[in-house]
């Protein structure tokens, strides 16, 4: 099933300006999951334009290819839980097993499944995945405060503890200067992560009662973030420290989760 909406206005230009910018009624296509029940989320363009996503509640990778409209789905072991899903060429998926203590690498081609466990118990949820420069993969477990980084070259897995008792390591991305940034979403602070010395920074939002939970950065180095709890989104320049925030046109209730940079550098 296949839905088409217009759409008139972009939120974020308004934030900077004394009026909203309309956009050139970009159109909004929606497509309806088959797997009813399943939790579809986080989804993964890959190179060829195929739309990658996982089915957390019904333990599944699945891929939807925008010109068919086509979906196929992966079967994964029961349990699995998978969160969010990242994808190296067409046919190599790395898959978050969020509450199986693993992280997962599915064959796309024959649909064989290996798995990597977590070395240490505590660390028992994978949460979000995200390749470096390297090609190597950087985690957040959210429940078990952990962040982390899968070599693939031989598999070794090192887990970072957050100083912070309660941190939900959440979002995490990678700058241009291959600095590991983390939204620590049970806190008001991110996280910085020297990728060569594995040194972890925590920077203090202003807000007590800010939870950062997805973050995005800029090709200019600025980290950009949600707060989840009262509605701002957020900028951090790590070169000064500076921090500013506007809040969401829904207001507090607007509860956003995530965010992405398009080709045009727009969140």
Known sequence: ?????????????ALFASTPVLADQPILTEWEVPYSSSRPRDPYVDASGIVWFVGQNGDY???????????????????????????????????????????????????????????????????TLVFDTAGDIWFTVQGGNFVGKLTIADETVRLIPIPSRGARPYGINIAGDRAVWVSLFGTNKLARIDPDTFELTEVVLPRADARPRRLEITADGLVWYV???????????PA????????????????PYGMEVDNRERI
């Not at 099933?1 to 230009?13: E, F, Q, W």
């Not at 709890?229 to 951090?236: I, P, S, V």
């Not at 000064?240 to 509860?255: K, L, N, V």
């Open 1 to 13: 099933m296949r839905h088409r909406t217009a759409l008139g206005c972009v939120l974020l230009p």
């Open 61 to 127: 990778v699945a891929s939807f290819d925008p010109k068919t409209e086509a979906f196929h789905r992966f079967s994964l072991e029961d349990g699995a839980g998978p969160h969010n899903l990242i994808v190296a060429g067409n046919d190599t998926i790395w898959y978050a097993g969020n509450r199986a203590m693993h992280i997962g690498r599915l064959n796309a081609n024959d649909g064989s499944i290996h798995t990597i466990m977590m070395p240490d118990k505590k660390a028992w949820d994978p949460h």
């Open 227 to 237: 707060d989840y709890a009262k509605g701002y989104l957020g900028r951090l320049d």
């Open 240 to 255: 000064t420290g500076a921090i500013a925030e506007w809040p969401a046109p829904s207001g507090g209730d607007s509860r």
